[in-house]
């Protein structure tokens, strides 16, 4: 098989050390790259890792490949920096005008190295709103230091995560280089600081890098028992950049699988001001396999406006948790749409009957945004006011919450089965601003 080959341009700089000088490097086992590691203490300590820290490996046999650290004779696909050693996945090096940068960062276990792999490597899951078809296809760089992106276990003691990924449409590439930070760093800011200020470099060599686009997607789990610390104030130094406001920022909305319906009798009650609204919670709750009529938007409209004009939500978590089953229920029924059409995803949310999936779509994320909002406004959030601000009733939806959940199989018992349900709606946003 021919080899694929990176080459980097004058100006490509290393996210993590900012360092100019590369090198290729070649595969090989994915135990020599842990025994490699013991001689290159500058890629523990670019990551604000102590020279002792384990890099966790969980699975024993380590049979896979894993790019190493020895210099190539021939280019690779494969580079690291010269000075940190980090590997980098090819996207981060190419022109900056088709390269588009992906910032998830949230609280642990919120979901963020999830989504990205299931967004950059949907093989096998169901539930997408754009498949990879005819439209769109999508080229994952398999590697993430120190796993490739196979690997089952998506959990690791590595604070940030370079994911790649080549995006073709129609005759356009882009590349998205994606930056996973590990929640930790946030949550433990004072406790582990070397992560932070490590963090806090990192995003400083970003902003010198020039890119087409910049989305930074805050990851925010849907919670109802516990009041979670959130990220706002935390991501400030992420955002408040004089000049960042052109940036694009949105919330991946997360574990929506998990909310439940609490009372249908109560969820039809708050709705019974709108024959619509009430509607099309009813054949939802029946399991009607007509969730969408011609009603359909007008229904969504009533609903965003009732939750909004709703006071008072801290005494009423059981009716906004219905309200939020309800949500991800009809996320569900429209990912069976296009089929149903016969029709792709993509075709589907552009072309079909002037756009009508697009039409549903953005019903559906206008109540999202208010759902998650009062949530927030139950205390349950804690936003940045920027956040806040963008989803003001009124301001035009700048894509700001992107729904998404896991729908685990029921017989599949552990691991992740599921996937996001509406994580591609960011790659169709991508395309969109990027075209
Ligand atoms: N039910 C459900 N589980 C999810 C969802 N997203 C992620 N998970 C699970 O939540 C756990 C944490 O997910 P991760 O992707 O590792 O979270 P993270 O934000 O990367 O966490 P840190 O890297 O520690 O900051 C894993 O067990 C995932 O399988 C979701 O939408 N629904
Ligand atoms: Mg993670
Ligand atoms: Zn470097």
């Known amino acids: 098989m021919a080899e694929v080959t990176t080459k980097w341009t004058k100006h490509a700089r290393c996210p993590i050390c900012g360092g100019s000088y590369f090198r290729h490097v070649p595969l090989g086992r994915a135990d020599t790259w842990h025994q490699q590691l013991a001689n ?74 999830t989504w990205l792999k299931c967004l950059f490597n949907p093989a096998q899951k169901k539930h997408l709103i754009a498949e990879p078809t005819s439209l769109i296809s999508r080229d994952p760089y398999y590697y993430i230091e120190p796993y490739t992106i196979a690997n089952p276990d998506p959990r690791t003691a590595i604070p940030i ?51 087409a686009e910049l989305f930074v997607m805050f990851v925010v789990p ?55 609204a009430a509607a099309l919670a009813q054949r939802v709750i029946e399991g009607a396999d007509n969730v969408f009529d011609s009603k359909f938007v007008a229904a969504t409209a009533d609903l965003e406006r009732l939750v909004q004009q709703k006071q008072g939500w801290t005494a009423n978590l059981d009716l906004l948790e219905s309200l939020t089953w309800l949500l991800y229920r009809i996320m569900i029924a429209y990912n069976a749409l296009p089929a149903r059409f016969h029709h792709g995803n993509a075709e589907f949310y552009y072309t079909f009957m002037d756009g009508l999936g697009e039409k549903l779509v953005h019903a559906t994320m206008r109540v999202a945004a208010a759902l998650f909002a009062a949530w927030d406004n139950a205390g349950r959030g804690d936003f940045a006011p920027m956040i806040r601000e963008s989803m003001m009733p009124g301001t035009e939806l700048r894509f700001p919450v992107l729904p998404c959940g896991l729908e685990f199989l029921q017989t599949g018992g552990d691991g992740d089965d599921g996937l996001p349900v509406w994580g591609d709606l960011l790659l169709l946003e991508i395309l969109r601003r990027h075209g």
């Not at 890629?43 to 002792?52: A, I, T």
């Not at 896979?64 to 940190?84: E, G």
């Not at 433990?188 to 070397?194: A, G, N, S, Y």
């Not at 949105?250 to 609490?262: C, M, N, P």
């Open 40 to 113: 290159q203490p500058q890629w523990k300590r670019y990551r604000g890792l102590p020279e002792n820290a384990e890099v966790a490996f969980n699975e024993p046999r380590l049979a896979w490949d894993q790019p190493t650290f020895d210099l190539a004779p021939v280019a690779t696909q494969h580079v690291r920096c010269a000075n940190c050693a980090s590997l980098l996945p090819p996207q981060f090096l190419g022109e900056a005008k088709s390269r588009v940068l992906l910032i998830t960062t949230g609280m642990p276990e919120a979901g963020k190295t």
């Open 161 to 211: 995560l370079l994911h790649g990924m080549r995006l073709t449409f129609q005759r356009r590439a882009i590349d998205i280089a994606g930056i996973d930070i590990k929640g930790e760093v946030f949550h433990q800011r004072t406790t582990t600081p070397d992560k932070y200020m490590r963090v806090l470099d990192i995003l400083k060599n970003l902003r010198a890098m020039k890119f």
């Open 222 to 276: 849907f919670d109802p028992t516990r009041s979670r610390q959130n990220i706002g104030q935390l991501t400030s130094h992420l955002t408040n950049e004089p000049g960042s406001r052109g940036a694009w920022q949105g919330v991946i909305w997360t574990h929506l699988d998990q909310a439940q319906l609490r009372s249908a009798e109560d969820l039809l009650a708050f709705l019974a001001s709108s024959n619509d």
